[in-house]
C-alpha cells in the first residue's frame, strides 16, 4: 500500500528552526501535489505549503517568507523547512499528497495520501 512517511519536528524556541521531510513512493511523487497540513486539537486541518508537479509553489499567508517547502527527486522526498517559528505555529504537521486539480487541495476530504503527524510546539 503506497503511503507517505513523516518525519522531523520536535520542540524549539520562538524564533527557531525545525525542519520536516516525507518519503514517498515514485508514483506519488510524480504524479501529485506534495504539500503539508497542521491541526491544533479542536480546530479544522489547515494547508500550510504545497508543491505542483511543475515545480511552483503555494504557501498559506501565516507562513510566506517563514516556510519553505522543496523537493528531492533522487529520493522521492519532500521537505518543510519552518524558520522564525512562532507560538501559534504549534500543531501536529501532516504531509500530504493529491490532486490540485478544480481546487481539490483545498478539500481536505479529498486528499490522497496523509502522513503520520508529527508534533511540532514552539515555547515562547
Known amino acids: 500500500q503506497e503511503q507517505l512517511a513523516e518525519s522531523g519536528g520536535g520542540s524549539v524556541q520562538a524564533g527557531g528552526s525545525l525542519s520536516l521531510s516525507c518519503a514517498t513512493s515514485s508514483s506519488i511523487y510524480l504524479r501529485n501535489c506534495l504539500g503539508w497540513f497542521r491541526q491544533i486539537p479542536g480546530k479544522e486541518r489547515e494547508g500550510v505549503a504545497r508543491?505542483?508537479?511543475?515545480?511552483?509553489?503555494y504557501y498559506a499567508d501565516s507562513v510566506k517568507d517563514r516556510f519553505s517547502i522543496s523537493r528531492d527527486m533522487d529520493k522521492f522526498t519532500y521537505f518543510l523547512q519552518m524558520t522564525n517559528l512562532k507560538p501559534e505555529d504549534t500543531a501536529i504537521y501532516y504531509c500530504?499528497?493529491?490532486?490540485?486539480?478544480?481546487?481539490?487541495?483545498?478539500?481536505?476530504?479529498?486528499?490522497?495520501?496523509w502522513g503520520q503527524g508529527t508534533q511540532v510546539t514552539v515555547s515562547a
Open positions: 508543491i505542483f508537479t511543475g515545480g511552483s509553489t
Open positions: 500530504a499528497a493529491g490532486s490540485c486539480v478544480g481546487g481539490a487541495w483545498d478539500d481536505v476530504a479529498k486528499i490522497t495520501f
